[in-house]
């Protein structure tokens, strides 16, 4: 790829976007920060890759927000963080009061009103959003303060201390935009959530999912105005994003402002650069000024030929690599062949050859970092292709042979053959890399594999479609859940589980976890869950990987942490060095 074309465009839009000529001696006022694709989607009920998330945490709110730094959950639009209650043994209440400065653009008050209709678009007919219908599915009701429009209750199932980010870890959105005529207020969450799928939508959600569905949100996020700090300006697909901070921002007047409501970026930039190497010559000539997520090739060049205009930055993070496995193939629907394949990846080697050796093994999706939960009783899978033979002939493939190519067996619908499909995102030297090496291990066996690379705004819909056998991708983790209902329970869509895994004594230990408040039971079920996933590979974790940070020494306050995307980049701010002031 052309590096100095990536350049050359990087230039035209530091002087497009600052308004201004851009050099050295008048650095632009927004910051740009790199972003290696567009966003999928900016729809804030369907969000699957942190470019998605990290837009849409810029436009809306949520009643909680992380903060890094401590590590702990916040309010954000929350007035404080709410008063947890029980009901019986199975149900737990959240109190919750909005923040009385909480407005949207238009100056009207931010109500309970607009959490309930948020919460029952998720479940709507009609409507595309079964990645949040699952994720907050045990919110079972919410009940209106009739003497305060800002405070409700939630009512959630079970009592696991997850809960808590369960019922605030969603973004509001405005009532007033997407359901004018207060047509779900007729109805209940409970009778939504339990709408039979073959049962057509009435008249009134008809027209409520014909709304959403034409505002398309995906594309048009102005189309429903968060209540947030920043307003899309402008969207160039696969060049970049501008937001800027709105003027006379609500947040900007509440005291003691927590770090989710944070906004001292005037002006932030995303620019989409695919090519690393081309992002990391902008950073180094100062045409950009953040670069996340760095490679660890680059990162180490970086360090080792340092520039002094640039600072590195380096923590743990909650994301696991990790690949996949298509369960309702045939060739892969028993757990045998999938342990067999999950030893053809040289995790070791891929530390060393893409990560410069940084990085955690995992044999589980909970971080070791979590010494509690994690189940060290567990190995990591080993680099293992003579014992991928071994499995492979217990789960009945016969080897190729002189006369017949590829392994082969008997089946129920026929004769099976071996061969894989591997999906990865186009351009992900870490995956592009684990691809080959897979390959080429499965190759010396006799295993026929086609490597798929595909473009990111396609790869999210193949794993929703089962256009795969085998995927490649990061997960993004999070240190105050461990729930994996909407990755590998049957219950969950395909957007969420995309390896279609079922398997009964998964769900009775995912749906147990999730409703346990006995913390000593739940961990011991959950250790349960880790030993039972390695045995059945629906999925096999590889490491979790290391937060890499690049940005211009002028650019303070980023909070560079163990929480994706690895800084907060509301809170950056331009600063003349101390020599030039």
Request: proline share 8%; aromatic share 8%; hydrophobic share 40%.
């Amino acid at each position: 790829m052309n590096t100095g074309f990536y350049v050359r465009i990087l230039m035209c839009l530091g002087l497009l976007l600052a308004g201004s000529c851009t050099s050295r001696h008048a650095p632009p006022a927004a910051i740009r920060i790199r972003w290696a694709h567009d966003p999928e989607t900016l729809s804030p009920l369907a969000l699957q890759g942190q470019t998605a998330m990290d837009a849409s945490n810029l436009l809306h709110l949520s009643l909680l927000q992380a903060n890094s730094q401590p590590l702990a959950m916040e309010p954000a639009l929350a007035a404080q963080m709410p008063t947890v209650g029980r009901r019986g043994d199975s149900l737990t209440t959240f109190r919750y009061t909005i923040r009385p400065a909480a407005t949207w653009d238009d100056g009207h008050p931010v109500l309970a009103t607009d959490v309930a209709c948020t919460l029952k678009l998720m479940s709507c007919p009609g409507i595309p959003n079964e990645t949040a219908r699952t994720n907050f599915s045990r919110i079972r009701q919410i009940e209106a303060d009739p003497d305060n429009p800002r405070q409700f209750t939630l009512v959630c199932r079970g009592e696991a201390p997850e809960l808590l980010l369960v019922s605030g870890d969603f973004f509001i959105l405005p009532e007033a935009a997407l359901d004018p005529q207060h047509l779900l207020r007729r109805y209940s969450i409970p009778s939504l959530q339990r709408w039979p799928p073959t049962r057509p939508p009435d008249p009134a959600l008809r027209e409520v999912a014909r709304r959403y569905i034409a505002a398309d949100l995906a594309n048009h996020p102005e189309h429903a105005p968060g209540c947030g700090p920043y307003q899309l300006v402008r969207w160039e697909k696969d060049r970049y994003l501008s937001f800027r901070r709105k003027a006379g921002w609500w947040g900007s007047a509440v005291a003691r402002l927590p770090l989710a409501l944070h906004a001292k970026a005037p002006q932030l930039d995303y620019l989409v650069i695919p090519n690393a190497s081309a992002a990391t010559l902008a950073l180094r000539r100062g045409d950009l000024d953040v670069f996340p997520q760095m490679p660890a090739a680059d990162f180490n060049r970086l360090s080792t030929n340092p520039t002094p205009e640039v600072r590195l930055y380096l923590s743990d993070s909650y994301d696991v690599a990790l690949a996949g496995f298509n369960t309702r193939r045939p060739a892969l629907a028993d757990a045998l062949t999938r342990q067999a394949l999950s030893r053809l990846f040289d995790t070791p080697g891929l530390l060393r050859g893409t990560q410069h050796g940084r990085g955690q093994r995992t044999a589980s999706l909970v971080s070791p970092f979590e010494r509690a939960s994690y189940n060290d009783s567990l190995r990591p899978v080993p680099y293992d292709p003579a014992g991928a033979r071994a499995l492979l002939l217990r789960a009945g493939w016969q080897p190729p042979t002189a006369g017949r190519a590829g392994w082969r067996r008997a089946g129920a619908q026929g004769n099976q053959q071996l061969r894989l499909a591997v999906r990865y995102r186009a351009g992900d030297e870490l995956f592009t890399t684990a691809a080959l090496q897979f390959r080429a291990a499965a190759t010396s066996l006799g295993i026929v594999v086609d490597l798929r690379p595909t473009e990111s705004a396609l790869f999210d819909k193949a794993l929703a479609e089962g256009d795969f056998d085998v995927f490649l991708r990061t997960m993004r983790g999070n240190p105050f859940a461990t729930n994996f209902a909407s990755l590998l329970h049957s219950g969950s869509s395909t957007e969420t589980n995309a390896t279609r895994f079922s398997n009964p004594a998964c769900d009775r230990l995912i749906d147990t976890i999730a409703t346990t408040n006995d913390s000593q039971r739940r961990v011991r079920q959950l250790r349960q869950l880790q030993a039972l996933l390695q045995q059945q590979a629906p999925l096999v974790p590889l490491f979790f990987l290391s937060n890499r940070v690049a940005a211009r020494r002028d650019c303070q306050g980023l909070h560079v942490s163990s929480l994706k995307p690895g800084f907060v980049a509301a809170t950056i701010e331009r600063r003349a060095p101390a020599a030039a002031r």
